[in-house]
């Protein structure tokens, strides 16, 4: 047979970081190359989610969720992100990957441009792309990860129809402060423009700082779809369960996209995270943050110790380090050379920017103290 590989599919190159992990498990080396927590889990997830099996939950679901989750999201909707949701505003979906993606396929045209902060999420762009949509892009600058409102401004042109705000983000750890989400709204409303997000991270914030959500803010006159799952927060990021909030009518749209890519997201585990939602106390929230900050300052001073010097993250659980004392022509290089001399998988700064990424690596502290510490113990034969 003379298979050819659809245009579309074409550009999908097995991302760096994937590509790291391979690398990194050929060696049998420590993976901080991938965002896999591998935190413990919480016993009601495993407890409810077997005890619907059991009780006959192994169907299709309601294509937007069963009712007591979707509740219990608009619930902590309403408390947490402060955002005015009722169960119909929410579609659980696979993942917040899978909400994101459900909400482009409903809202945009190809062609449309959406703009992109950079240093971005591969994820993001991509999912731009495969629908034909044109990602445009917006700095972030260094060291605090700032935007320039007025360069903004320039990017939109009559075919710009969204904004995309990670926060926490991926790779750069910003939270968006309050005064920046608000010029960002003014910038919504003034281009007539979606902001979309994606707030996967939101309970992982450090030094004492909030997620603030988007759609919280009064500024973007309800023009949001904010996105976000439980991946992250319960360390289930197999289970593939997030989901979307929007208003009355963007919800049955993007409600209907989720139905056709993904049917319902996996009966059981719904019933599993919702009861987790309502059972699991403040105090596992308290202690998620504590243990990533803690996690976060441990690899920071060793990075800083080596001269990687670190941009400290606020938020989620990655941290961008300056490699470019590595040998190595390129991030590539550099991440290769770590990987070789010490075992570390790290994912190399051109797979989060268009151009300039080579001084640059990921380090991803979801792992295990004890992990952790190895990798760090590990990094110091790059001295
Ligand atoms: C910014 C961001 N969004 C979404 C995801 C994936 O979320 P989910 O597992 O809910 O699809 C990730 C995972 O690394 C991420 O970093």
Redesign the pocket.
């Known amino acids: 047979m003379n298979y050819q590989q659809s245009k579309k599919a074409q550009f999908l190159l097995q991302s760096e970081i994937r590509n790291m992990s391979i690398e990194c498990d050929d060696v049998n080396g420590i993976n901080l190359a991938q965002?896999i927590c591998d935190l413990p889990l919480e016993k009601v997830l495993s407890d409810k989610a077997r005890e619907a099996m059991e009780a006959g939950e192994n169907h299709y679901t309601r294509y937007d969720g069963i009712d007591i989750l979707r509740e219990e999201i608009a619930k902590k909707a309403r408390d947490f992100n402060r955002i005015n949701a009722a169960p119909h505003n929410i579609v659980v979906s696979?993942?917040?990957?899978?909400a994101l993606y459900s909400a482009c396929f409903a809202l945009f045209n190809p062609g449309d441009e959406i703009i992109l902060f950079e240093p971005y999420?591969g994820?993001?762009e991509y999912t731009l792309m495969s629908l034909d949509l044109v990602p445009v892009y917006a700095a972030l600058t260094p060291p605090d990860w700032k935007f320039n409102i007025d360069e903004l401004q320039n990017l939109v042109t009559k075919k710009t129809k969204a904004i995309l705000i990670?926060t926490p983000?991926?790779p750069t750890g910003k939270i968006f402060s309050a005064e920046e989400l608000d010029m960002l709204g003014d910038f919504c409303v003034k281009n007539n423009l979606i902001a979309l997000t994606?707030e996967?991270?939101e309970y992982i914030t450090f030094d004492g700082l909030q997620h603030i959500s988007p759609a919280s803010r009064e500024k973007f006159n309800g023009r949001v779809v904010t996105v976000s799952?439980y991946?992250?927060t319960f360390s289930i990021?197999g289970w593939?369960?997030?989901y979307c909030i929007a208003d009355d009518e963007i919800v049955k749209w993007i409600g209907n996209a989720s139905d056709l890519i993904y049917v319902c997201a996996p009966a059981p585990l719904q019933y599993g995270v919702a009861c987790a939602i309502r059972d699991i106390p403040q105090s596992f929230y308290t202690s998620l943050k504590e243990q990533y900050q803690r996690k976060r300052d441990i690899l920071c001073s060793t990075l800083s110790g080596l001269g990687l010097t670190p941009y400290i993250p606020k938020g989620?659980y990655y941290i961008l380090a300056d490699i470019s004392s590595v040998p190595g022509k390129n991030g590539k290089d550099r991440a290769m050379y770590i990987l070789a001399k010490t075992g570390v998988g790290v994912v190399p700064g051109e797979a989060f920017l268009r151009s300039g990424g080579g001084g640059i690596a990921r380090f991803c502290f979801a792992k295990d103290y004890s992990v952790i510490e190895q990798a760090c113990e590990r990094l110091l034969k790059l001295k």
């Open positions: 965002g696979g993942g917040a990957t899978g999420y994820y993001h990670c983000s991926n994606d996967i991270y799952g991946s992250k990021t593939r369960l997030g989620a």
